[in-house]
């Protein structure tokens, strides 16, 4: 049987409080935040560092060139023949201009001006140092595939590095994001549970948890005098409506033994002690929801027994329908306050009699719940949960609107689940789980 729900508290402060601008929990929006932060400068500082990297090399390169071609200019005189460099990476050639190039050293490299060059040649980044002197034009290439594989590797181990630095952050921020908001959780959980009276705030919390334990100690004493106000006020009118309840219930019974009065006074009397009845039935059902209404003589109940002694009582009453199929197994018993459950027994049967229409009722125990429709127009196209709400009358019925209201009250304080449904074949369905608090 499929029974309507609401939205959770939850989702209702989140849609009050606008869109969040990063999802998931508070101690993931801060390790995200601090991750994020640490990622933006782990990229500048790589960046800075391998834009360092790179003008020291090229300032080394550049000095390493102007050395290295010196020496051999100067030792290339004194020995007579050409002192070369001996790192695999550098090539020396010298040329008389109008003479032929040297074998390896191509026009376009030979061609350069005097000074320090970069140069691309077959894929290959080239620095190129071109010197004069004796009439001799010299010419020094260095391959830079070997600084770039290096300068290459540098960069993959700053950014491996990077990203394991930012990992390991995000894990480590996560956690003392987690023990700092630990206290939040604790708070959270207090809230929820049942309250023995203890404050909230107390010594040993930090400054930030202690305002909001204080705040919540606030708002539960302006709450539980709210409640105070509203069950003294819903007392004091119920048991104020009593007493004069009871003298016109008493004078309209004494018009109707008179003999002499008319057919029309005598119905107008009746219907005077139907209404005092029902105001009655008003003031009782609001002093029962004034009350805590908590259990008190806790037993085992028979449920058939009991189903049976408040459809007895209705009959008596004047309730009449086509039929009512009672389907309980006839030992089945559940532990309740047997007042309590007679009252809510008769005000689901009582609704099923006033809004079905007269027509069948059926009342089944299946496991732990008990299940009491009718066949008549059901809730309508609203919620059928809403008629669990205080005064909500449905259709022209007669009624005050706190029958199922009074229903759902007593429930929760017993720890049993209350659902309203539509029938898919037509009529509504009051379903009680007694084991939901279990």
């Known amino acids: ?86 790192t695999p990476n550098m090539a020396l050639y010298r040329f ?7 074998q390896g050293l191509s026009a376009e490299l030979a061609g350069l001006p005097v000074g320090n060059h970069e140069f691309w040649f077959a894929g290959r980044e080239l620095h190129v140092a071109v010197r004069e002197a004796d009439g001799q034009r010299y010419v020094l290439v260095y391959d830079e595939s070997e600084h770039r594989a290096r300068e290459s590797a540098v960069v993959t ?10 990992a390991l952050s995000f894990i480590l921020v996560h956690a003392i994001a987690a023990r700092l908001t630990r206290g939040l959780e604790t708070l959270a959980e207090r809230v929820e549970g049942e309250r023995d009276g203890t404050p909230f705030a107390h010594a040993g919390l930090e400054d930030e948890l202690l305002a909001v334990a204080r705040a919540l100690d606030r708002a539960e004493a302006r709450q539980a005098a709210a409640l105070a106000r509203e069950r003294d006020f819903n007392a004091n009118l119920s048991h104020e409506l009593r007493t004069p309840l ?20 005598r119905r107008r009397a009746q219907r005077i002690i139907a209404t ?40 008596a009453a004047g309730a009449r329908v086509e039929a009512v199929d009672i389907r309980i197994d006839p030992q089945a018993e ?5 007042g309590l459950l007679a009252l809510v027994l008769h005000n689901l049967l009582d609704n099923a009699v006033r809004h079905g229409e007269g027509r069948a009722i059926e009342v089944v125990l299946e496991g732990s719940q008990l299940a009491i429709c009718d066949r008549g127009p059901g809730f309508g196209s609203e919620d059928p949960m809403h008629s669990f709400e205080r005064f909500r009358r449905g ?8 029958g199922l209201a009074l229903v759902q009250h007593i ?9 309203a449904v539509n029938r898919p074949e037509g009529g509504a369905c009051l379903t009680i789980d007694f084991g939901a608090g279990r």
């Open 1 to 86: 049987m499929a029974s309507a729900t609401s939205s959770s508290a939850a989702e209702g402060a989140s849609q009050r409080g606008g869109r969040r601008w990063m999802p998931g929990g508070l101690r993931l929006r801060i390790a995200l935040s601090v991750t994020a932060m640490l990622l933006v400068l782990i990229v500048a500082q790589s960046l800075a560092l391998v834009r360092l990297n790179e003008e020291m090399e090229e300032e080394f390169i550049a000095g390493t060139l102007d050395e290295q071609v010196h020496y051999s200019i100067e030792h290339s005189r004194q020995l007579g023949t050409l002192v070369g460099p001996q």
């Open 96 to 102: 008389a201009p109008g003479e032929g190039l040297p």
């Open 157 to 166: 181990a700053v950014v491996i590095g990077g990203l394991v630095l930012t």
């Open 246 to 265: 009871a003298g016109i219930r008493s004078d309209a019974e004494m018009l109707l033994t008179e003999v002499a009065l008319s057919d029309k006074a």
């Open 276 to 315: 005092t009845d029902r105001t009655a039935a008003l003031a009782n059902s609001l002093l029962l929801l004034a009350r805590e209404a908590r259990p008190q003589a806790v037993e085992p109940v028979n449920l058939s027994a009991a189903v049976s002694d408040a459809w007895a009582r209705l009959q």
């Open 334 to 338: 559940i532990t309740a306050d047997p």
């Open 395 to 402: 259709g022209s019925k007669p009624g005050h609107g706190l």
């Open 411 to 419: 429930c929760s304080a017993c720890g049993w689940a209350v659902v």
